[in-house]
């Protein structure tokens, strides 16, 4: 079984950076789809960025144009840059990989086969 481990959350000021990174034990991910989900307090988790087998991203409206997702084969390693970062980004961030793509039409699915981080926090101060 797969194992995801997040690390890179902390807290940040507005309009500031943060990387996440997601190293999984047991697998290469190149031929994994990946992404990010988050998790508000009182919301629902939301899917928000995603990586297909083939390179392809895809993102939530939310955060295109501020968070980019990129598979490193060599290290092994999934990253989110997140940048300008606002308060309505403060959420769990977890770390996904399936079979194949997450995305399915606008939509985010992960299959019952899927893997799941435990998580890291990310918190935003104005």
């Known amino acids: 079984a797969v194992t995801l481990v997040e690390s890179g959350g902390g807290s940040v000021q507005a309009g500031g950076s943060l990387r996440l990174s997601c190293v999984p034990s047991?697998?290469?991910?190149?031929?994994?789809?990946m992404g990010w989900f988050r998790q508000a307090p009182g919301k629902e988790r939301e899917g928000i960025a995603a990586?297909?087998?083939?390179?392809?991203?895809s993102y939530a409206s939310s955060v295109k144009g501020r968070f980019t997702i990129s598979k490193d084969h060599d290290k092994n390693t999934l990253y989110l840059q997140m940048n300008n970062l606002k308060p309505d980004d403060t959420a769990v961030y977890y770390c996904?990989?399936?079979?194949?793509?997450?995305?399915?039409?606008?939509?985010?699915?992960?299959?019952?086969?899927?893997?799941w981080g435990q998580g890291t926090q990310v918190t935003v101060s104005s």
């Open positions: 047991g697998g290469r991910i190149g031929s994994w789809g």
């Open positions: 990586i297909d087998p083939d390179g392809t991203t």
């Open positions: 996904v990989a399936d079979r194949d793509t997450i995305r399915l039409g606008d939509g985010w699915y992960v299959s019952d086969s899927g893997a």
